[in-house]
């Protein structure tokens, strides 16, 4: 069974840190990578980061050098720091799979003001 919990949203000002969590079934974190994608207002659901089973990451332009990705295996819990926000980082958090498989959690919402 998938499950994905994500949590830790918040409204923040520019320049501020938060730390989302996503809580994950096992089978997630099986899988080669788990990913944290993120969703604005009237836009498509965009790849924000990824973390491998060794621990290898990669990130979108947009985030990189700002956001760091990362996984407790024990806990299947897997953590996006989101530091130096923008207000264009405001959007639905989610995490799945990497490629997705079309599995999602109910996502946490966060805004950052300017």
């Known amino acids: 069974q998938v499950q994905l919990v994500e949590s830790g949203g918040g409204l923040v000002q520019a320049g501020g840190s938060l730390r989302l969590s996503c809580a994950a079934s096992r089978s997630i974190f099986r899988a080669n990578a788990v990913g944290w994608y993120r969703q604005a207002p009237g836009k498509q659901r965009e790849f924000v980061a990824l973390?491998?089973?060794?621990?290898?990451?990669n990130y979108a332009d947009s985030v990189k050098g700002r956001f760091t990705i990362s996984r407790d295996n024990a806990k299947t819990t897997v953590y996006l720091q989101m530091n130096s926000l923008k207000p264009e980082d405001t959007a639905v958090y989610y995490c799945s799979y990497y490629p997705s498989r079309g599995y999602w959690g109910q996502g946490t919402q966060v805004t950052v003001s300017s």
């Open positions: 973390i491998t089973r060794d621990s290898s990451t």
